[in-house]
């Protein structure tokens, strides 16, 4: 059963996961993304922290795993997973 949740709830290890499949899949269909390397998982984990922080987001957890996650940034945002 899906649950909405605050985004600041999100466990940040499952969030780096769920970002870090996302962007293999689509690196997979675009083929001319570069591999994740430690670096870009480190920014990545910064992007993490700073999405936790802002105040307009939800995420998607299902059956206690996190499924997605959408968060507004004023015109931008950040949508994963689901």
């Not at 059963?1 to 870090?20: F, G, P, R, S």
């Not at 940034?73 to 950040?78: A, D, E, L, P």
């Amino acid at each position: 059963m899906y649950q909405m949740i605050e985004v600041k709830d999100m466990n940040i290890e499952e969030t780096v996961a769920l970002c870090k499949q996302e962007y293999v899949e689509e690196m997979q269909r675009a083929q001319s993304m570069p591999p994740m390397d430690q670096e870009m998982e480190d920014k990545l984990v910064e992007v993490i922290h700073q999405v936790k922080g802002a105040p307009y987001g939800k995420a998607l957890v299902d059956e206690g795993k996190l499924a997605g996650f959408l968060q507004m940034f004023g015109c931008n945002f950040v949508l994963a997973g689901v």
